[in-house]
């Protein structure tokens, strides 16, 4: 009963920057992955290094980073993850299957 | 009674766009009667914010890094693991189950048979309708017909004066017409393709959405700290004629304000649409003595970005992108009222009605699986061990049936 309630997704990019292919990249072409996780009162994103040939992701290669504060920004507009000390997200998320 | 039937219906693209779901624009009364009736799940997400993916993450309840797929191009049981089905599953159990529409997503994602004989007891419907949906279908403004994004039509100028998703809605219809006075339960699955661009849909539906009265998103702009990789160019959209002329610069447009405007209303008048077409589904089920006896579910591969950061699109790990509608009307436990008469929105738009059971707790896409087996009273299968390529049946989401029982706390 006192278990934090999550919900959780991904997407996969072909590279850090906006290209043709960032919608959909195939497989092969697949260089990170967004995991996210999300609460009632956050939402928390690391971008970080995939093998498509291995399907493995490097949670400790981050590209990126993503923290939103629901409450105050449910829009998701403001990114506070520079802002915020978030090691012990990225170790929940690492900790997850 | 004997075992209840399910009926599984499936939007494409549709987000949390709904008045079951608060948003104030939405006219969508024959949802949300359902969801008066229903458990409603405030806060549902997909896995994944895109078609196959999303599809094939649910009906196996395994997460994409499980599924391993991320794009378009390989089937589970020869790409990762020979997962079971939800529909498989039940079809084991002695369900005659049904696909129409999209329910998995076309193509190798489902070895081209829409996982047919694995998952289904007869060969998917697809409407033949739809074999136009990406033709030069759409009246332009120069009296030609174009590839647009835009493309409200009067459905008697179509080819065959149809569209896909009426002929799912009959073809469901007729299906839920055979069944009736039989012993076996069934488990039909009806995946809608709308709201998904393009917006082909009956011109009259525009008429509920009056342009003055509709809003721009209220973060029309990209977040000036949103990650490079966070975002996506909406390719999809820029191949159509109609914002081909636009000229929007890539990869972060934007596209103009005025156009922006039609695109929402178009959205919002597939949304209409696709409830006419859940509507007549309910109204079927409801008119044939089945809504007793027949659980059903009403969800959506993802959401979609309406403008919000400045995106037209799914393709992202945003709230819109990736929040869904799910509800789940059980009978004599969501609801001791069965009833679902077709609400005809031109006639009743006004129409209000307040959800059943909603329930705030975050749920996943993964959980519909174990908890639909719950509810038929069947056994839900296990959660997966930490590796399970090999484990042909367990799940990676949550039974939610304990929510049926319990108010949720806190």
Redesign the interface.
């Known amino acids: 009963a006192n278990k934090e309630h999550m919900a959780f997704s991904q997407y996969p990019r072909p590279a850090d920057q906006p290209q043709l292919n960032s919608d959909l990249p195939l497989l092969k072409d697949i260089r990170v992955m967004g995991y996210s996780m999300r609460t009632w009162d956050y939402r928390f994103t690391l971008w970080v290094a995939f093998d498509p040939s291995t399907f493995q992701a490097n949670m400790s290669d981050i590209h990126a980073g993503e923290l939103y504060m629901v409450a105050d920004d449910p829009g998701e507009d403001v990114n506070v993850f520079s802002r915020l000390e978030h090691v012990a997200m990225v170790r929940k998320l690492d900790a997850l299957p | 009674k004997g075992r209840r039937n399910v009926l599984f219906i499936i939007a494409d693209d549709l987000r949390t766009s709904l008045g079951c779901y608060g948003d104030p624009v939405a006219r969508s009364p024959n949802m949300d009667q359902l969801a008066s009736r229903s458990q409603v799940f405030l806060?549902?997400?997909?896995?994944?914010?895109?078609c196959a993916p999303s599809r094939t993450s649910m009906l196996t309840s395994r997460?994409?890094?499980t599924t391993?797929l991320?794009?378009?191009?390989?089937y589970w049981r020869v790409h990762a693991g020979n997962y079971s089905t939800l529909p498989q599953y039940l079809k084991s159990q002695g369900y005659a189950t049904m696909s129409v529409g999209k329910v998995f997503h076309q193509g190798i994602a489902s070895n081209f048979s829409d996982d047919f004989p694995y998952s289904w007891s007869v060969p998917a419907y697809h409407p033949p309708s739809y074999r136009y949906e990406n033709l030069e279908v759409c009246p332009g403004r120069d009296g030609a017909l174009h590839r647009n994004l835009l493309c409200a039509v009067n459905v008697s100028e179509q080819p065959g004066a149809v569209l896909p998703d009426m002929e799912s809605a009959a073809q469901a219809v007729t299906l839920l017409k055979s069944r009736v006075g039989r012993r076996q339960p069934f488990f039909l699955a009806v995946g809608f393709h709308k709201p998904h661009i393009p917006f082909r849909i009956p011109q009259e539906f525009l008429s509920l959405y009056p342009l003055e009265e509709m809003p721009l998103a209220?973060?029309p702009d990209v977040?000036e700290?949103?990650?490079?990789?966070?975002?996506?160019?909406?390719?999809?959209l820029r191949k159509r004629d109609d914002v081909q002329k636009l000229n929007a610069s890539?990869?972060?447009g934007p596209i103009p304000k005025d156009f922006q405007l039609l695109l929402r209303q178009h959205y919002y008048a597939a949304v209409s649409y696709v409830d006419a077409q859940v509507g007549r589904l309910l109204a079927a089920l409801d008119e044939l003595g089945l809504s007793d006896d027949t659980l059903v579910v009403l969800t959506s591969d993802h959401g979609w970005s309406l403008g919000?950061?400045g995106e037209w699109?799914k393709?992202?790990?945003?709230?819109v992108a990736?929040r869904v509608p799910l509800m789940f009307y059980v009978p004599g436990v969501t609801s001791a009222a069965s009833s679902f008469p077709f609400i005809d929105v031109f006639s009743q738009s006004g129409r209000r009605f307040q959800n059943g059971r909603p329930v705030?707790?975050?749920?996943?896409l993964v959980d519909v699986f174990p908890t639909v087996c719950s509810l038929l009273g069947l056994k839900a299968p296990r959660p997966c061990p930490?590796v399970s390529f090999k484990v042909e049946l367990c799940t990676?989401g949550k039974n939610l049936v304990h929510s049926f029982r319990h108010r949720e706390?806190g």
Do not use: G, K
């Open positions: 806060n549902a997400y997909a896995q994944q914010a895109v997460r994409p890094d391993r991320y794009d378009f191009y390989s209220p973060d977040p700290l949103l990650p490079p990789v966070a975002y996506n160019p909406w390719m999809d890539f990869p972060y919000e950061h699109a393709y992202s790990n945003f709230n990736t705030e707790n975050m749920v996943e930490r990676e706390r």
